[in-house]
């Protein structure tokens, strides 16, 4: 899915704006008031965990949009002094604490529950953004009605923003089985191009999506956002897209890396991504990927247990399809 295969058509890369208004919004400590552009209808939720020594310039940088949200802060049980710098230099942000590290999903969906908003943002903590990245993530969500997310274009933290860019928003090809994950672009302005996936360190998804489908809160770390996208594709018929003009830095995996080790990680990148294809892939993509993935359930300690929540899987993903289906159910 590189713009020209499946997906949705009619993909538009820009148009004006909804439920925004020109409001004065003061930035981090020692900045004076300024007349911004705010969108009311969008809220961006920063997951954070310890992440004092990044979070500050992920925060800078959603306060210096073009177009500015409002941000929330889901502090997951941080132990530096995290929830201090958002007190004292960020005071418009919205503070949520979390008594325990609830990992991503569960922090998310618990949080995303109580929001009205249109749109929901998701940022990692380590994400510094560009000027115009939400305003051009919202008008391509404003002018595409087929789009259910604006997945932001990465860029590690010491690169110059340049064109062409490719991106490969799930490494590589999961078992052989491409979920038009790979998209390439030669300009900010190039067309968004649809993909099975959001990604989890930034991304715009529309806020009705969230009615239907929410993240697996089994998997922890890891996959949890390819399996968000693949289940909105399935379950509502709304295809995330990678917006070329929303640019983001990332340091990449600062909070996780801290916590597991390598082996620890990739395990259970496997373990997920086994988990998702069971709940979402057809009978002909199990099919097709089959040896690949015998080979990396293989390597899983626990075959046992895995195979019981695969199959657990698989159940859970046919009841989602089926209530979908079934005269009276509510869709996007």
Not at 21 to 26: G, H, K, N
Not at 104 to 118: K, M, Q, V
Request: overall charge neutral; glycine content about 10%.
């Amino acid at each position: 899915m590189d713009g020209r295969g499946e997906g949705p058509e009619g993909l538009a890369g820009s148009g004006a704006g909804g439920g925004s208004e020109a409001t004065p919004l003061s930035g981090g400590k020692g900045a004076g008031p300024v007349v911004v552009v705010r969108r009311e209808d969008c809220a961006v939720l920063v997951l954070n965990h310890n992440g004092e020594d990044f979070l500050a310039a992920a925060l800078d940088s959603l306060f210096s949009q073009t177009v500015v949200p409002r941000v929330v802060v889901i502090d997951n049980a941080s132990t530096d002094e995290s929830r201090e710098l958002v007190r004292e230099r960020f005071p418009e942000a919205e503070l949520l604490e979390n008594t325990e590290n609830l990992d991503f999903g569960a922090a998310y969906n618990r949080a995303i529950r109580a929001r009205g908003e249109s749109y929901i943002g998701i940022l990692n903590n380590d994400v510094v953004l560009e000027p115009d990245c939400i305003e051009r993530a919202l008008a391509f969500l404003d002018s595409t009605p087929s789009a259910g997310a604006a997945v932001f274009t990465v860029f590690d933290m010491d690169e110059r923003v340049e064109f062409p860019r490719e991106r490969d928003y799930i490494i590589k090809p999961r078992f052989g089985l491409d979920l038009g994950t790979r998209v390439r672009f030669t300009s900010r302005d190039s067309p968004p191009q649809y993909m099975r996936y959001i990604w989890g360190g930034g991304s715009i998804v529309r806020r009705r999506v969230f009615d239907i489908i929410s993240f697996d809160e089994e998997f922890g770390w890891y996959w949890e956002d390819a399996d968000f996208g693949w289940m909105m594709v399935n379950a509502t018929g709304l295809w995330p897209a990678a917006v070329p003009g929303a640019i983001v830095r990332h340091i990449g995996g600062a909070s996780v890396k801290r916590r597991f080790d390598p082996r620890e990680i990739n395990l259970r990148d496997h373990r997920n991504s086994l988990l998702s294809f069971s709940k979402n892939a057809t009978r002909w993509e199990l099919l097709r990927t089959l040896p690949q993935r015998t080979y990396f359930f293989l390597k899983q300690p626990d075959k046992l247990r895995l195979w019981r929540d695969m199959r657990r899987k698989r159940r859970e993903g046919a009841a989602l399809r089926e209530r979908l289906r079934s005269p009276g159910s509510s869709s996007c």
